[in-house]
């Protein structure tokens, strides 16, 4: 199977799996709003600041017009930082107006957007009518762009309400490294992967703190815990936590040096303010959003959050951090489930 597709965001992630559908024999469009990077990518083949040490495939072409990116393309894959979705979203929409075509969506991007608590199929479902676009189908799993740029093994899922969306989308990205699961809980997979973000905040500052195995393989199981009362309230499956987006996600991000959320929490737990760790890290931290959004929704919703709490309160409210793990650590004794 091959297809014209526009990958729009060409960070890390963006400009990987835009190499990957390309090995798959893809045409493959990569758009990015800085010139500087198109010209980077089209002449020496290269994303230096997203991606050190690779060097992306020839055929790959890079544009900074999204009209001629979208042109032709029968599958556009949306990989931006959630707060420019819904802006990159609208521009898409006035361009497939005037293109007259009807591509499939695809999101890989792991957020929930501030102020409306939305997750990001529902923005692109909203900013892009029905009769502009095929199906939405989000890919989400435990994948580190580092690893899946060395062809490392790497499971995924695609998701979508719509069967055969979803199995068209796994047979464009799956290949001898790259495999992919389908699966029919949007919802599910899309908190999953948000608030997954937030726990590896959490993870990276207990290891800037000097805490141990047990304090981090605790926060990961009680955080994904708490996600699943958030997934369950809108009704998500619960299996999908205990699945690549639930528990593969939070291993992933929760213990490595190569998520941006985890070196994030580690610099904060060194005594890094929040300021200074988003200003080195250069790329985006989706936790620190995601955290405002998720502690402002459980209140909304009354599910009880505590670790999304104590981390909000770290990242908002200016508290110490030995603290908040002592004050969670102290509440009162109850049943695990
Ligand atoms: N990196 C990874 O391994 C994985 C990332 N993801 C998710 O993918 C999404 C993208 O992450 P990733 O590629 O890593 O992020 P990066 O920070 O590496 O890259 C984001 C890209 O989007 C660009 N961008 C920022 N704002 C806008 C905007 N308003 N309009 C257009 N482009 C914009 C950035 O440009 P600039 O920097 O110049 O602002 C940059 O090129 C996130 O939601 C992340 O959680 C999911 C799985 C794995
Ligand atoms: O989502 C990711 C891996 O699955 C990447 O996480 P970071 O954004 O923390 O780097």
Redesign the pocket.
């Known amino acids: 199977m091959s297809e014209k597709i526009a990958v729009l965001g060409a960070g890390s992630?963006g400009s990987i799996l835009a190499n990957l559908l390309d090995e798959n024999g893809n045409e493959v469009s990569l758009w990015s709003y800085n010139p500087k990077q198109v010209k980077e990518l089209n002449e020496k083949h290269t994303n230096t600041h997203y991606m050190k040490d690779f060097t992306y495939s020839e055929t790959l072409i890079a544009y900074s017009d999204l009209k001629q990116a979208l042109t032709g393309a029968t599958t556009v894959l949306f990989v931006v930082p959630t707060k420019a979705v819904r802006s990159v979203a609208g521009d898409v929409k006035q361009v497939l107006e005037e293109l007259q075509t009807k591509p499939q969506l695809i999101h890989a991007s792991?957020g929930i957007e501030q102020g409306t608590y939305k997750r990001v199929s529902e923005i692109l479902a909203e900013e892009i009518p029905a009769e502009l676009r095929k199906s939405i189908t989000v890919l989400s799993?435990?994948?580190?762009?580092e690893d899946v740029a060395k062809r490392d093994i790497t499971l995924v899922t695609a998701a979508s309400t719509d069967a055969d969306a979803a199995k068209h989308v796994q047979q464009l990205f799956m290949n001898r490294y790259f495999r992919v699961y389908t699966n029919s809980d949007v919802i599910g997979v899309e908190i999953a992967?948000a608030l997954?973000?937030i726990i590896?905040l959490g993870t990276g500052a207990l290891n800037g703190l000097g805490y141990g195995d047990n304090a981090k393989a605790a926060l990961m199981t009680r955080g994904l815990a708490e996600i699943s009362r958030l997934g369950a309230s809108f009704g998500a499956n619960p299996q999908t936590f205990t699945g690549l987006a639930g528990v593969g996600?939070i291993i992933?991000?929760g213990t490595s040096e190569?998520?941006?959320?985890?070196r994030a929490g580690d610099e904060l737990g060194k005594g890094q303010s929040l300021q200074e760790v988003i200003d080195t890290m250069g790329m985006?931290?989706?936790?620190v959003a995601t955290t405002k959004a998720a502690y402002e929704l459980a209140k909304q919703r009354g599910v009880e959050m505590p670790i999304t709490g104590a981390i909000y309160q770290v990242l908002y409210e200016g508290k110490d951090i030995r603290t908040a793990i002592s004050d969670l650590m102290m509440r009162e004794g109850r049943s695990e489930f």
């Open positions: 992630w792991k799993g435990p994948s580190h762009a992967a997954k973000n590896a996600d992933v991000t190569n998520s941006r959320n985890y985006v931290i989706e936790g």
